[in-house]
């Protein structure tokens, strides 16, 4: 394989490449990396390889006419396509790695200071950002691609280890690791991974990737989708827990019965004075057998005979009630809350919220558990759900309604 890249910095390397198992395949021939400066193609005696923009502006363009023949004589040596460098270009992907490795050479264009002339970017064969973030030169973009790639090529890992089972390989987060000692600060290694049962290893590897996936990268899950085994894993696993909050006023049957419905583990209400109180606390105790979603619990012996719970019971008993926004719980279960404000006008300063990309963003470990939140001043929420579509001003939606669009928007992200 060899990989050409086009840099004003050749000196920067050397050094990086030189080490770990980068280092041996390039030692080992597996790879060579081969810089070619743009400077070089210059005629000039200042050799300029950027220019002030046209229009004006801060900052210098690179010039196509260096930059290209640089690109030429690079093609020169190969059939492999001129990848550039930018913030602009596709987000950089594993497969990317997989299809340049598999063929034989490739061209890394490397930008510096405002970035290229508009020309350069359409005769090059692709455009990669290897991030949303900009950075100094292309110089970092095209370490991490010479090591993604050169990492795939046969013989750079040792045979232990399988890059088909990394993150990814299989549009999967990889499993959780472990090694000695078996309990650290008294926190054991899984008692599945010290059983030495082959299948039931196999099975918590992939389960435990699932549901890291789902945690943290729930993009990546749709776009690769489930087989119907994953989908009974995950759903047997049920989904991270979410929250509602509301004045006190708003709770009733509908929306205790879609939080019973979405497995809610708890509807605050806030109440805003004796009175209040008692309201709810009457309408709780005269929930209407109706609105109670259908049963379906474990099946055993125990809990056929044991006698059917009252809806009032069973809806009621997720209503914790409080006495203003500030009393809210920033944490559940030893997860963060994010406080997500559901309003059918939101203020015009409003952030709206991509629940799922929040979430992955988010990146906390464990993640944080999102609470629905109706009717919460502008400094109690985290930021606002996007407005429900059809929900036009006239267009009124019940509460109860609201809260399950909303639930189940954030459940389809989870
Ligand atoms: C300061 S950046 C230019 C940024 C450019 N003005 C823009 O806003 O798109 C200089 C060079 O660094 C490289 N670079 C910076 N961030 C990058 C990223 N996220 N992915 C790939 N290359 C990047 C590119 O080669 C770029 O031409």
Redesign the pocket.
């Known amino acids: 394989m060899k990989i050409d890249v086009v840099t004003l910095f050749p000196e920067f390397f050397p050094g990086p490449l030189a080490t770990g198992l980068v280092g041996k395949a390039l030692a080992a021939g597996r790879a060579a990396v081969q810089t070619i400066d743009p400077r070089h193609f210059t005629h000039d005696r200042h050799r300029t390889v950027d220019d002030t923009p046209y229009g004006g502006g801060g900052g210098m363009v690179m010039k196509p006419e260096p930059v290209m023949a640089a690109v030429a004589a690079a093609r020169a040596q190969g059939a492999g396509p001129a990848v550039l ?5 596709r987000p950089l992907a594993q497969r990317d790695f997989e299809r340049w490795a598999a063929g034989t050479h490739l061209i890394l264009v ?7 002339d508009e020309r350069i970017r359409t005769r090059c064969d692709e455009e ?4 949303d ?6 110089e970092y ?1 095209a370490l991490v691609i010479i090591d993604g790639v050169i990492r795939l090529l046969p013989g750079t890992l040792g045979n232990k280890d399988c890059p088909e089972q990394d993150s990814f390989a299989d549009g999967l987060l990889e499993y959780p690791h472990y090694t000695r000692p078996v309990v650290y600060e008294g926190d054991p290694v899984p008692e599945v991974l010290q059983s030495g049962h082959h299948q039931r290893l196999t099975e918590w590897r992939h389960a435990q990737a699932l549901l890291r996936t789902r945690a943290r990268r729930p993009d990546l899950l749709k776009r690769r989708g489930l087989t119907p085994s994953e989908a009974a894993i995950l759903a047997t696993a049920g989904s991270p827990p979410r929250l509602v909050a509301m004045p006190a006023a708003l709770i009733g049957p509908g929306v205790l019965a879609v939080a019973a419905a979405y497995g809610v583990p708890a509807v605050f209400a806030v109440a805003s004075g004796a009175d209040d109180r008692r309201e709810l606390e009457a309408r709780l105790a005269n929930l209407p057998a109706a609105t109670c979603p259908v049963r379906e619990g474990p099946r055993s012996r125990k809990h056929r005979r044991a006698p059917p719970a009252t809806v009032a019971d069973d809806l009621g008993a997720r209503v914790r009630v409080l006495e203003d926004w500030a009393s809210l719980p920033t944490r559940w279960d030893g997860r963060p809350v994010v406080r997500w404000a559901a309003e059918r006008r939101p203020p015009l300063d409003a952030v709206f919220v991509d629940p799922g990309a929040a979430l992955a963003a988010a990146g906390t470990e464990p993640a944080p558990v999102p609470c629905v939140v109706i009717g919460a001043p502008a400094d109690r929420v985290d930021g606002y759900l996007p407005v429900i579509r059809g929900a036009v001003p006239e267009n009124r939606l019940p509460v109860a309604s609201v809260v399950g669009i909303y639930l189940d928007r954030i459940q389809g992200e989870g």
Request: net charge neutral; charged share 10%.
């Open positions: 460098l930018s913030p602009q270009g490397a930008g510096r200071y405002e970035g290229y990669i950002s290897i991030g973030f900009v950075l100094t030169g292309g973009a």
